[in-house]
C-alpha cells in the first residue's frame, strides 16, 4: 500500500515535472518574445530583433536570454512601509495555483498522459484557480502604495465576478457529457455527430464557448480586460512596485493563466486530444504512435488557443472598469443561466 | 469674459449617441472584423514584411541628400597639397568662428601663400556651410557625408590640417571659375 | 589769389586757380577713381583711370593732372564716363593675376574696389598673361610682387620726391615693364615701407605683416608713434588683442603721409618685451602679488618717509597725464625731487626722425620745469650721499650701470614701467604701466604739436596706467586730494591750469592735435620739401 503510494506520488511528480517546467514555463518564456514580435508585426513594426549570441540573432529569441540575465541582475526592491514579508511571498502566492491546475489536465488518450485524473477535475480547477485572487491583492496590499492598492481592489472585484460566469459557462458542457471528469469530457467528444460533425464541446455548446472565452480572458486579467493594471491611471496596478525577478514572476504567471485558459478552451470546447474523424478505439490507442499523435494534437490547439488570445490582445481596446463590471453581471451571467436552462430542457426532452 | 455668439451653424454639433444595433451590441462580429485586419497585418508582415516601414539603422542607412553638410575635408592639388590658400574667406565668412587659419609662405611654389595651420573645432560649427560658399579656390567642402563622430575631450573634436586633408581628395576643378579655366588651358598648352 | 567756377555733375565748384579737376571734385565730395594721384607726390597720369569728359573737350582728360577753368563743364558719373573707366580697368586688369586669395592687399585694394565699382565681369582676355617675379624680395622689409603691379609709379615718385634716395626705378618696356631696384643694391630705405602703403595694389607687400592678418579682421584706432619725439600720427592695426602693424595717419603738422620703418615695427618691442605682472620682492608664495596690496605696502614706506626725502625719476616717455599727476603726487604730498632719465639718443635724418627717441620731452620739460629736473648724475650723486630714502621711477628708462648700481643702494625702489628692463634688478616693486597703444593720453611732440592717442588692445588685469596708480598711492598714502577718474579729467586741470596747455579741448585734439603755446607751428618736414613742386 505506501509503494503504491509512493510510486504513484513519483509518477505524479515526474510527469508534473515534464509538464510543468517542461512545457507550460518553456511557453511562457517564449510567450514574451512572441507577445512584442507578434504586437510589432500587426502593428507595422519591427520588434525586438536585436539581441544575439555571436552574431546571430535568430529573429530575436535571445532577448528571453537577455530579459532574463537583466531581471535577475536587477534589485529586487521592497519600498519602505511596505509589509515585507507579504511583499515577498504575494507572487508566490499567485504563482504557485497558476502552476498546480496543469495537475489534472489531460494531454493524452491515457491515464499515462495526465499527472492526476481526478473525477472533480474541472471544479479542482476553478478551486485552486481562485486562489491566485489573493496572490494579486496581497501583493497590491503589502506594496503601501494607493496605485497598488486600486490594482489589487479592481483584481478581486473582477475573478469574483467573472469567476461566476465562467463556471456557468462551462455547465452546459457537463451536461451534454454527463461528466465533470476532463478526460470523460474529451473522451466524450470523439464521437461523430451524424456521422460528419465532430461532437466537440464548440458544436453542442457555441454560446457557452464565446461567453467562456470572454469571461476566461477576464480571469487573466489581459486586454480588454486589464484595468487592474491600467497604465494610463494606475501605473501598473497591483504589481508598481516589484522589480527584478519578482516582476518576472508576475509576468510568468500572468502567461502560465494564459497558457491555463488555451488548454482549458481546448479540452472542453476543442475535443482536447481528439484528432477529427480519427475515433480512438481501444486498439488504436494501445499504440505509442496514436498516442503521440494525440499529444501534439493537444498541444496544437493549445498553442492556437494562446495565439487567439495574443492577436485579442492587441486587437482590442482596454475597457473601462464600469463596463467590465457590467459586461459580467448584466450580460454574460444571465446569458450563461440563460444557456444552462435551455441545454437542460433540451436534454430532458431528447432522452 | 463671455464667449461672443456665433451664428448657429458654427456652433459645435453636440454628439448624438445612436442605439447599437443588436449585431453591434453582441461586439463579437467587430471583434471578428479587428481580428480580420490584425491577422492580415500579422501574416503580412511574417511573410515579406509587407507594411513595415523601418530602417534598421547602423545596417540600413537612409541615403543622405546630395546636398547634405557633413564633415569638412581640404581637397588636395595634384601634388597633394593642399588646394588651401589661407585667404581665410571661410573664416571671415564663419558665423561661430570655428575656423583657426595661421598662414605660411613657401617661396618655392607659384602660389606662395598656404595654411601652416587650419584647425576646425566642429564644437563651435553650426554646419551652415558659409565656408564653403565662400572659399575661391574649392579647398573647403562639406561633402564628405560623414557626422561628426561624439569625443571624450573639447580638444579631440578640433580637427587640425592633416585630417581635413585625409579626408579630401584631388579636386579637376580649376581655380578661376569659367574664363579663368580657359585661361588655364592655354596656360598649359604654351609652358 | 583768383579763383575759377566750374560745374562737376551739375555742382558748381569755386576754387583757387591751378587746382586740378580730381581735387576740385574732391572739395564737394565727388571722388574721381584713380591709382596713379597721391596728394603728397607729383602728378605722373599714367594710370588713366581718372579719365573724365569734359564738354567741348575733344578727349578725355585725366583729372588729376587737367586744372579746372572757369566755366568748364565736368562729367566723373555718367553712363559715358563709367564706360570709360570700365574700359580702362579692363587694360589695366590685362595682366593682372587676380589671385586676390593670396594677396595681402585684398579688402584694402584700389584695383578690388574699382573693380566691383566699375566693372564687375568676367575677363574677355583668351591669351597667357605675362609672367613676371613674384614674392621678390626688393629690401629687407618690402616684396614685390611684379605681377600685380599696375605701374603707377607712386612708389618710384616717393623715392625720389620723399626718401630722396632714388632706389626705385621702372625697367623694361612695354609689357614687361617692371619696378625694381639698381642692379646690386637693396631698397633699403629708411622710409620703404611708406611705398607698401601707398601702392594701390598688392604689389609692395611689407615682410613684417605679409600672410599674418587680413586687413579686414583687423580693428584700427589713432595712436602716436612714440619711437621718437617727431611723435607720428599714426593708426595702431589690431586683432585678438595683437598689435598686427602701424600705419601713419595724415597730420600735415608732424608727418605728413608718411612714417619710418623703425616707428613701424617698434611695436615688436613693446608687446614681445612687456611686463605683464606685478613683481614684490617680499611677496611669499607663488601667487602674482595684486596691484592693491603692492601699493598698500609702498604707501606705508612713503609714510615713513620724511618730507623731501623721496624722488622720482621720470621719464620722457610717459603721457602728459602721467607726468602731471605724478608731479602733483610728488611735489605737493611728499616734496619730491625729480630727476630725468629716459631712453638714450640715436640717430637722426632730414626727414622725420629725430635723435631724441623719447615721445613726450617737451610736455615733460612744460609740465615739471626743465630747473626742477636734475639729470642722472645727480641722481647717482643723491642716492649715494643718503639724500634719498625711497626712488620712484616711472615710464622707461636706459640707464647706465653706475645708476643701477647707485639706485641698488637705496632702501626702496618702485618701478612704474612698461617694459623689461636690465635696471629692474635692482628693483624692490614693480607694477606694470600699458604701452602707448594700450592706453589713452597725450604726448607734446618735439615741434610742439600736443596729439592724442587711444587705447587699442587691452593690457592685462595687472597692467594699470602710471596716473591711475599714482591716484591710488595718494589716496592709501592720505592724500586725498589727487582723485582723477580719468584721463580726460587730467586733461582738462592740464588744460585750465597750465599756461602752455591753455584753451586745448580734449575732443578738438582730433585729428591733428593742438599746439603748445609758446612753440612755433612747424609742418612736417616733408611738405617742405614738397613745396613748390607743381
Known amino acids: 500500500m505506501t509503494a503504491q503510494v509512493v510510486e504513484a506520488l513519483v509518477h505524479a511528480a515526474i510527469k508534473f515535472a515534464i509538464l510543468v517546467p517542461g512545457f507550460v514555463l518553456a511557453l511562457a518564456a517564449l510567450m514574451s518574445w512572441i507577445e512584442r514580435r507578434q504586437s510589432a508585426m500587426i502593428q507595422d513594426r519591427v520588434g525586438p530583433n536585436r539581441a544575439s549570441i555571436g552574431g546571430v540573432r535568430a529573429w530575436g529569441l535571445f532577448h528571453i536570454i537577455a530579459d532574463t540575465l537583466k531581471f535577475a541582475l536587477k534589485e ?54 481562485s486562489l491566485s ?52 469530457i474529451i473522451e466524450g467528444q470523439g464521437a461523430l455527430l451524424g456521422g460528419v460533425l465532430p461532437k466537440w464541446g464548440i458544436v453542442v455548446q457555441p454560446v457557452a464557448f464565446f461567453l467562456f472565452l470572454a469571461a476566461s480572458i477576464a480571469e487573466t486579467k489581459r486586454t480588454p480586460f486589464d484595468a487592474p493594471e491600467g497604465e494610463p491611471e494606475l501605473v501598473s496596478g497591483y504589481f508598481t512596485e516589484y522589480s527584478g525577478l519578482a516582476l518576472a514572476t508576475w509576468f510568468l504567471t500572468e502567461f502560465a493563466a494564459v497558457i491555463m485558459v488555451a488548454m482549458m478552451a481546448t479540452a472542453v470546447f476543442f475535443g482536447g486530444w481528439q484528432i477529427p474523424w480519427l475515433p480512438p478505439t481501444p486498439a488504436l490507442v494501445a499504440t505509442w504512435w496514436f498516442q503521440i499523435a494525440c499529444v501534439m494534437a493537444f498541444f496544437a490547439k493549445t498553442l492556437f488557443f494562446v495565439w487567439v488570445q495574443m492577436q485579442l490582445r492587441w486587437t482590442l481596446l482596454r475597457m473601462r472598469y464600469d463596463q467590465i463590471m457590467t459586461m459580467g453581471w448584466k450580460y454574460i451571467l444571465p446569458i450563461s443561466l440563460a444557456n444552462v436552462l435551455v441545454t437542460g430542457l433540451f436534454l430532458l426532452l431528447t432522452r | 469674459m463671455k464667449q461672443p455668439l ?47 516601414v523601418t530602417l534598421e539603422y547602423p545596417e540600413v542607412q537612409r541615403p543622405y541628400p546630395e546636398r547634405f553638410r557633413g564633415q569638412h575635408r581640404l581637397m588636395q592639388r ?45 564644437l563651435k560649427c553650426i554646419y551652415c556651410g558659409m565656408c564653403v560658399e565662400a572659399c575661391p579656390c574649392d579647398a573647403i567642402r562639406m561633402d564628405s557625408g560623414v557626422h561628426p563622430k561624439p569625443t571624450y575631450n573639447r580638444q579631440a573634436a578640433i580637427i587640425d590640417k592633416e585630417g581635413l586633408l585625409a579626408a579630401g581628395a584631388k579636386t579637376i576643378a580649376t581655380q578661376g571659375g569659367t574664363f579663368g579655366s580657359r585661361v588655364a588651358g592655354h596656360l598649359k598648352k604654351h609652358i | 589769389m583768383s579763383t575759377v567756377t566750374c560745374t562737376i555733375d551739375g555742382v558748381s565748384v569755386t576754387v583757387e586757380k591751378g587746382t586740378t579737376i580730381l581735387e576740385a571734385a574732391r572739395t564737394v565730395g565727388i571722388e574721381v577713381p584713380h591709382f596713379c594721384y597721391h596728394p603728397a607726390l607729383s602728378i605722373a597720369a599714367n594710370c588713366r583711370m581718372c579719365l573724365v569728359h569734359v564738354e567741348k573737350a575733344r578727349n578725355p582728360l585725366p583729372a588729376c593732372h587737367a586744372t579746372v577753368a572757369d566755366g568748364m563743364v565736368v562729367d566723373t558719373a555718367s553712363e559715358k564716363t563709367k564706360h570709360l573707366q570700365e574700359a580702362v580697368l579692363e587694360f589695366i586688369l590685362v595682366n593682372h593675376p587676380v589671385d586676390c586669395p593670396v594677396c595681402d592687399q585684398a579688402g584694402e585694394c584700389r584695383l578690388q574696389d574699382y573693380y566691383r565699382d566699375y566693372s564687375a565681369r568676367p575677363s574677355r582676355l583668351d591669351v597667357p598673361k605675362v609672367g613676371k617675379p613674384k614674392a621678390k624680395p626688393l629690401g629687407p622689409n618690402v616684396i614685390l610682387d611684379a605681377e600685380r603691379c599696375i605701374l603707377c ?34 631698397f633699403d630705405s629708411a622710409y620703404s615701407l611708406n611705398t607698401v602703403d601707398i601702392c594701390p595694389v598688392g604689389a609692395l607687400t611689407s615682410r613684417d605683416f605679409r600672410f599674418k592678418k587680413r586687413v579686414w579682421l583687423l580693428s584700427r584706432h589713432e595712436t602716436v608713434c612714440a619711437g621718437c619725439a617727431r611723435g607720428c600720427a599714426s593708426f595702431v592695426d589690431h586683432a585678438d588683442n595683437t598689435v598686427y602693424r602701424y ?22 618691442e613693446l608687446q614681445d618685451h612687456r611686463l605683464r605682472s606685478v613683481m614684490n620682492r617680499d611677496a611669499k608664495g607663488d601667487a602674482e602679488p595684486s596691484v592693491g596690496e603692492t601699493l598698500e605696502r609702498i604707501a606705508e614706506a612713503l609714510r615713513l618717509t620724511e618730507n623731501g626725502r623721496l624722488g622720482i625719476l621720470l621719464s620722457p616717455s610717459l603721457s602728459n597725464e602721467d607726468i602731471y ?29 629725430m635723435a631724441d627717441k623719447n615721445a613726450n620731452r617737451l610736455g615733460l620739460e612744460t609740465l615739471v620745469s626743465k630747473a626742477a629736473l636734475k639729470s642722472l648724475d645727480a641722481l647717482a650723486k643723491d642716492l649715494g650721499s643718503g639724500a634719498i630714502d625711497v626712488l620712484l621711477i616711472a615710464g622707461e628708462h636706459e640707464l647706465s650701470d653706475a645708476v643701477i648700481e647707485a639706485i641698488d643702494k637705496a632702501a626702496h625702489v618702485v618701478a612704474l614701467t612698461n617694459l623689461d628692463a636690465p635696471w629692474l634688478r635692482a628693483v624692490d616693486r614693480v607694477l606694470p604701466t600699458p604701452q602707448t597703444f594700450e592706453y589713452d593720453g597725450t604726448y607734446v611732440s618735439a615741434t610742439g604739436r600736443v ?84
Request: net charge positive; charged share 20%; proline share 6%.
Open chain 1, 76 to 129: 529586487n526592491i521592497v519600498p519602505r512601509g511596505s509589509n515585507p514579508l507579504l511583499f515577498r511571498l504575494a507572487p508566490f502566492m499567485a504563482m504557485a495555483p497558476a502552476l498546480i491546475v496543469f495537475a489534472v489536465m489531460p494531454v493524452g488518450p491515457t491515464n499515462r498522459w495526465v499527472v492526476s485524473n481526478l473525477d472533480v477535475g474541472i471544479l479542482f480547477i476553478f478551486a485552486i484557480g
Open chain 3, 247 to 268: 600705419v601713419p595717419r595724415y597730420n600735415p603738422y608732424v608727418n605728413d603721409h608718411w612714417m619710418c620703418d623703425a616707428g613701424r615695427l617698434r611695436f615688436h
Open chain 3, 451 to 534: 596729439q592724442r592717442f587711444e587705447r587699442g588692445v587691452q593690457p592685462g588685469p595687472s597692467v594699470k596706467p602710471a596716473w591711475e596708480l599714482v591716484c591710488k598711492l595718494a589716496k592709501l598714502y592720505g592724500y586725498a586730494d589727487l582723485d582723477f577718474a580719468s584721463v580726460r579729467s587730467i586733461f582738462k586741470e592740464i588744460s585750465l591750469g597750465e599756461a602752455a596747455f591753455r584753451g586745448m579741448n580734449w575732443k578738438a585734439l582730433r585729428p591733428f592735435g593742438a599746439q603748445l603755446a609758446g612753440v612755433a607751428e612747424t609742418m612736417s618736414p616733408t611738405i617742405h620739401a614738397r613745396a613748390g613742386k607743381h
Open chain 3, 153 to 186: 609709379t607712386r612708389c618710384v615718385r616717393f623715392t625720389e620726391e620723399i626718401s630722396k634716395d632714388f632706389q626705385l626705378q621702372t625697367i623694361g618696356r612695354g609689357n614687361h615693364t617692371e619696378i625694381d631696384t639698381f642692379p646690386g643694391t637693396e
Open chain 3, 325 to 353: 599727476a605724478l608731479r602733483r603726487f610728488g611735489k605737493e604730498a611728499m616734496g619730491a625731487r625729480f630727476y630725468v632719465g629716459g631712453r638714450a639718443p640715436g640717430d637722426a635724418d632730414e626727414i622725420l626722425v
Open chain 2, 78 to 122: 595634384d601634388d597633394g597639397s593642399p588646394r588651401c590658400v589661407a585667404c581665410m574667406c571661410c573664416s571671415t565668412a564663419c558665423p561661430s568662428n570655428c575656423i583657426t587659419i595661421v598662414a605660411g609662405e613657401r617661396p618655392e611654389e607659384t602660389i606662395e601663400k598656404f595654411p601652416m595651420r587650419f584647425e576646425i573645432d566642429l
Open chain 1, 133 to 184: 485572487v489573493y496572490g494579486a491583492t496581497i501583493a497590491g496590499w503589502s506594496s503601501n502604495n494607493n496605485f497598488s492598492l486600486l490594482g489589487a481592489l479592481r483584481v478581486s472585484a473582477q475573478m469574483i465576478s467573472y469567476e461566476v460566469s465562467l463556471a456557468l459557462n462551462l455547465v452546459g458542457v457537463f451536461m451534454v457529457f454527463g461528466s465533470i471528469n476532463l478526460q470523460t
Open chain 2, 6 to 52: 456665433r451664428p448657429k451653424s458654427e456652433r459645435a454639433k453636440p454628439f448624438e449617441r445612436r442605439e447599437m444595433t443588436f449585431a453591434e451590441k453582441l461586439f463579437y462580429p467587430a471583434i471578428w472584423e479587428g481580428l480580420k485586419v490584425t491577422t492580415k497585418h500579422l501574416v503580412e508582415n511574417i511573410f515579406g514584411r509587407k507594411h513595415t
